[in-house]
């Protein structure tokens, strides 16, 4: 290890031009790969809108949102469920131009906020987060 400015850093050994080579090629094959997978999926999504008479454009949206499907989705955090539930009831009564950012109640709030928070039982946590999922 070398030392640099006060804190050691790893040094490696510099590739032989073998290995830059060998890298280099690596990266072409995943390259053609990706470029083969992708003119594949654009004919695919021809050929649905093409049977189904549908536009190209919104085949390929219904495409991507059925990948998103795959992707992992986050949770409801029952802190931001509660905040909203206070921030929606501070609000009621006021007028559109009147209402309050939620940046500024929070800020106005915080520590009322996070001592109603943590008395709140798991119960009333999974009532607050059951509100935002029917929102959704």
Request: proline share 1%; glycine share 2%.
């Amino acid at each position: 290890m070398v030392q640099v400015q006060g804190r050691p850093q790893c040094s490696r050994a510099k590739l032989t031009a073998t290995q830059k080579a060998e890298r280099c090629k690596r990266q072409e094959a995943l390259t053609d790969t990706i470029n083969t997978a992708k003119s594949a999926y654009a004919q695919e999504a021809a050929h649905i809108s093409e049977t189904h008479g549908r536009s190209l454009k919104w085949t390929h949206n219904q495409l991507f949102l059925r990948s998103c499907m795959l992707c992992q989705q986050r949770g409801v955090n029952s802190w931001n469920a509660f905040v909203r539930a206070k921030h929606k009831e501070a609000n009621e009564d006021l007028e559109k131009g009147e209402r309050i950012q939620l940046t500024q109640f929070i800020a106005d709030n915080k520590t009322k906020l996070v001592d109603a928070h943590s008395k709140l039982t798991f119960a009333e946590k999974r009532v607050y987060n059951m509100q935002v999922l029917e929102a959704r």
